[in-house]
């Protein structure tokens, strides 16, 4: 049964309710014409902010031909034009409710104590910005490239103002905040020069030919369609140059130049077998072959070695693997048991060991 006390609070609490809902129908009616203008604008800055950047995706892709645009460039440009149109509406927004325009004026009025709040509440979002800015400006690797970072190689698909994403070689999305991957050490196999170097390791048994391994390696080599062949890149010492143009640019609207070229590596396509080591139980044999890109190396360095041992199952030359001796405590036991000290006739002791099977 209710008593009274209880009848009396479910009155008051009712006429609370019923005074809150009152005041938020008057001020939803007092500002239905600024809750519109606020939807319009949202809207309004959301379809401007995609037509922009779908315009300039497409401004990119029929001009990239003619100016000869850098995508990396132009990637963090469209970004920052989308970023600065979202700005806008949210000022208009602003603006346009007196409250929050009162309220923006005292944080202007008490900038430096919000400027430290606000810094140290977007610290990461601000040095990712930051450092998105200056990759972009500076490029360590441009989209496209293809990176050894983090212990991981792909191919560099887009760089914005907080993450960059590079597709791994097992089609992972590897996605890096700005801040972090400037820190990193980056290893850009296509960067200015994209023809490497790559190795090929194979033992051989001490009892091989070394001569007749190495030919056969360079036979095998050779025969491979994306090994470079023999050539010499020109060089020129006032401007160093590749074979072919690409574009190689450091800002939106650059000419096609010329990659450089160390003098060091003109000569190029030679294929060349060094012993590197004298291991345990295998001659170690290293052959070095160039790629036009790093792309085409692992795979067709995996076709060349296995390549070379069928081959050296041909011809005979071994490729050895470690041999093991194993010795039982059985076994030991047993020889310990039969072995025995004998005198000779000149009184000498002789020490003689019998192997039981």
């Known amino acids: ?40 604008i949202g809207l309004f800055t959301v379809l401007v902010a995609r037509n922009v950047n779908r315009l300039l995706e497409r401004h990119f892709k029929s001009a990239s031909t003619r100016l000869h645009m850098d995508p990396t460039s132009f990637r963090m440009f469209r970004h920052i034009v989308v970023a600065l149109i ?13 409250s929050l325009r009162s309220l923006s004026v005292a944080l202007f009025t008490g900038a430096g104590i919000a400027g430290i709040a606000i810094s140290l509440a977007a610290q ?34 887009d760089l914005n103002l907080r993450h960059t994403v590079i597709i ?99 000569e190029r396509g030679g ?24 792309n085409i190396a692992h795979s067709s360095g995996c076709e060349i070695r296995e390549a070379i041992k069928k081959r050296f199952d041909k011809e005979g030359i071994e490729i050895p693997y470690p041999y093991r001796t194993i010795v039982y405590k059985k076994d030991l036991e047993n020889e310990k048991k039969a072995t025995g000290k004998l005198s000779n006739t000149e009184g000498d002791k002789i020490e003689c060991a019998v192997k039981v099977d």
């Open 124 to 157: 990461n979002t601000l040095s990712n910005i930051i450092a998105g800015v200056s990759l972009a400006i500076f490029q360590p690797f441009r989209v496209g490239d293809r990176l050894n970072i983090m212990n991981e190689y792909g191919k560099v698909t």
């Open 1 to 40: 049964m209710e008593t009274p006390d209880n009848q009396s609070s479910f009155v008051e609490n009712m006429s609370y309710f019923d005074r809150g809902l009152e005041q938020a129908f008057t001020w939803f009616s007092d500002n239905f014409g600024t809750f519109l203008f606020i939807i319009f």
């Open 271 to 294: 294929v060349k077998v060094s012993v590197v080591e004298l291991g345990e139980y295998s001659v170690n044999l290293r052959m070095n072959v160039w790629f036009k890109d790093r």
């Open 168 to 266: 791994t070689w097992d089609n992972r999305r590897l996605i890096i905040p700005n801040s972090k991957i400037s820190n990193e050490a980056i290893i850009n196999w296509t960067i200015e020069d994209p023809a490497v170097i790559w190795p090929i390791d194979v033992g051989i048994s001490y009892d091989a030919d070394i001569d007749q391994a190495r030919r056969i390696m360079i036979e095998e080599a050779r025969k491979h369609p994306n090994v470079m062949p023999p050539q010499e890149v020109k060089y020129n010492v006032v401007k160093p140059s590749l074979l072919k143009s690409e574009t190689f640019g450091v800002g939106l609207f650059d000419s096609p130049v010329l990659h450089p070229v160390d003098p060091d590596f003109r």
């Open 86 to 98: 979202y700005f806008m509406g949210i000022l208009v927004v602003i603006f346009s409710i007196p």
